[in-house]
């Protein structure tokens, strides 16, 4: 709790370990037969690599994706057994490095599923891979053409590393009345009956809520874990897993009509208080959320009070209006929320004009973080 925060500590970020164990306990039910793995790339959405991967295996997940060879190796060292797919795929030269921590790369072009082939013709090694194909977002991915091509060689054993997954990823599953998903989930069956006796993996966590036809062997969801919201629309099921507290640094009166912050975009519409707090854009509370004259900014929680942020964001600092907040109820030191009760990781990315996928992968390093099991 806040009480233990040593007195020179500023901002706390709370990471709730058993709300993150139940939101893929419950993602998993929900993919009903097939297996739920875990995404854990850019430092698990934040939250923190080591904590959050130890508490999904022990939640039960088996299969983790990474998107970089370093995050790889954290895992591997933490957790010696358990699957690892590499998403960004193979760097040139680098087959031996993967192989040689036992992670997966997903091959996303001919390029690399060629360099794989080599290393393991040379190597003698197994060599298990994903295959990434493309079916509608030209991010990452092999053509549906090269798919076709390809699959016979796997049926007749001519290619000599061992594919392990065969997936394709939604780029609009957020929205899932957009057409582009059908077209993508009608390809991804298609095209996966050119390769049989392959698991199957099309769904992050918006596909995995959206698309219950479309789960096949294995979904990937990132974000719900991390209790983010993966549609657009509706209740977001998940439990909230990060909570940021920041401290007060000062508190002040200040005339109706003055300004506050850097620009003066904001003018005072009553005598008021202002709680000014140690956390600003440096520490991934966008600048954007901040508040005018014109444009109404994220909110604060003060001893129990929904508070606006006053004026622009700092690199370390932001007002906030505490003006009805009683007196006798705040303190310099106390700790705001910014993040949590009731207040979520997209409720802030909105005031910034982002998602929640970007805040929570900017928090920063000057938080303070402690770990809930
Ligand atoms: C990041 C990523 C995911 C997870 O996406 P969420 O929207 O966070 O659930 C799944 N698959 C791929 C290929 C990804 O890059």
Known sequence: MSDSLPPEATGLLTVDLAALATNWKSLQKRAGGADCAAVVKA????????????????????????????????LRTLLPTVTIYLLNGLNPGSAESVCGIDVRPVLGSMEEIDEWEAHADASGEEAPAAIHIDTGMNRHGITLAEAEALAPRLVTE????????????????????HAQNRAQIDAFSAVIKKYPGIPASLCNSAGLLAFPEAHFDLVR????LYGGRALNAGENPMQPVVKLQARIVTIRDAKAGTSVGYGARLHLRRDSR???????????????????DN?????????????????RISMDLIAIDVTDVPADKI??????????????????????????????????RRWKRIYHE
Not at 158 to 177: G, K, N, R, W, Y
Not at 221 to 224: M, N, V
């Open 221 to 224: 969801p990132g974000i719900a």
């Open 158 to 177: 001519e290619i000599t590393f061992t594919p392990t997954l065969v997936m394709s990823h939604l780029a609009c599953a957020d929205e899932p009345e």
């Open 43 to 74: 430092d698990a959405y934040g939250v923190g690599l080591e904590q959050a991967a130890q508490a999904l295996a022990k939640a039960g997940a088996e299969t983790f994706f990474v998107a970089t060879f370093d995050e790889a190796v954290r």
């Open 331 to 364: 303190s310099r030191g106390d700790l705001v929320t910014l993040l949590g009760d009731g207040i979520s990781v997209d409720d802030l990315a909105s005031h910034a004009r982002t998602i929640g996928y970007e805040v929570l992968t900017s928090l920063g």
């Open 274 to 292: 202002l709680a000014v707090i140690s956390a600003g854009y440096a520490d991934g509370i966008f600048r954007a959320a901040g508040s005018s």
């Open 295 to 311: 444009k109404k900014g994220a909110e604060a929680i003060v001893a129990g009070i929904r508070c606006p942020l006053a004026g």
